[in-house]
């Protein structure tokens, strides 16, 4: 569950537009946006290395303390994050107003834990087929992840949104029937399962004597 005291210092900017916000990177910081509980979009802007220090701390879902001029002024949710193609750092983020037991709906990674039977005693591969869970609970207890036991997992077995626990006060938002994880025979062992289960086709047998048929002369 996630504790941490994330805090981030905004600072409101003046006027918007492409020329504006190169001038914002080009000094170190981030555009952004502030919205939601019916107040009016605020344009901010906060220092780029402060950003992606929280971030590597796990505030990528998890409520934020916004504070303007050393005060604190909301909390919020990191909504959107757009990053630079090449160099992939943050160029503009989205961040919604929320308040600390509010119920969010938001998506978290899948983590799993363990070594599933089907991989370790099979040889077969296990395969993350959803990475991100929507769940809806309250902000201040957003967990950074969802972890998944995949230890008893065999051979084509899988586990469903509705097989997965979650913690006191969520629920799963995603839809209950989806497959999450799943493991698989080997690339090799499926290829030898797929042959054994195709009939070989026998060929039908000479029956010794028997004159073969000529063929109908064509009249002239």
Not at 10 to 19: D, P
Not at 47 to 61: M, T, V
Request: proline share 6%.
């Amino acid at each position: 569950m996630a504790t941490k005291d994330h805090r981030l210092a905004i600072e409101t900017r003046e006027g918007i537009g492409t020329t504006k916000a190169h001038a914002l990177r080009s000094a170190g910081k981030i555009p952004a946006i502030l919205y939601g509980h019916g107040s009016q979009t605020q344009h901010v802007a906060f220092e780029a290395k402060a950003f992606e220090e929280l971030l590597h701390h796990g505030a990528r879902n998890a409520l934020i303390t916004l504070t303007m001029s050393g005060k604190n002024s909301d909390t919020a949710l990191v909504r959107d994050i757009q990053r630079d193609p090449v160099t992939r750092k943050v160029i503009h983020a989205d961040l919604q107003r929320v308040s600390a037991t509010e119920e969010v709906t938001t998506k978290l990674p899948v983590v799993t834990v363990g070594s599933a039977l089907g991989v370790r005693e099979f040889g077969g591969v296990l395969d993350v087929i959803l990475h991100e869970l929507e769940v809806a609970g309250p902000a201040n207890k957003l967990p950074g992840e969802i972890e998944i036991d995949v230890t008893e997992l065999g051979i084509h077995d899988h586990i469903n949104a509705a097989d997965i626990k979650l913690p006191q006060d969520f629920k799963m938002v995603t839809p209950p029937e989806t497959v999450v994880v799943a493991v698989e025979p080997s690339k090799t062992a499926a290829q030898v399962e797929e042959a054994a289960t195709v009939p070989v086709e026998q060929a039908e047998p000479e029956i010794i004597g028997e004159k073969p048929e000529e063929p109908a002369e064509t009249a002239s």
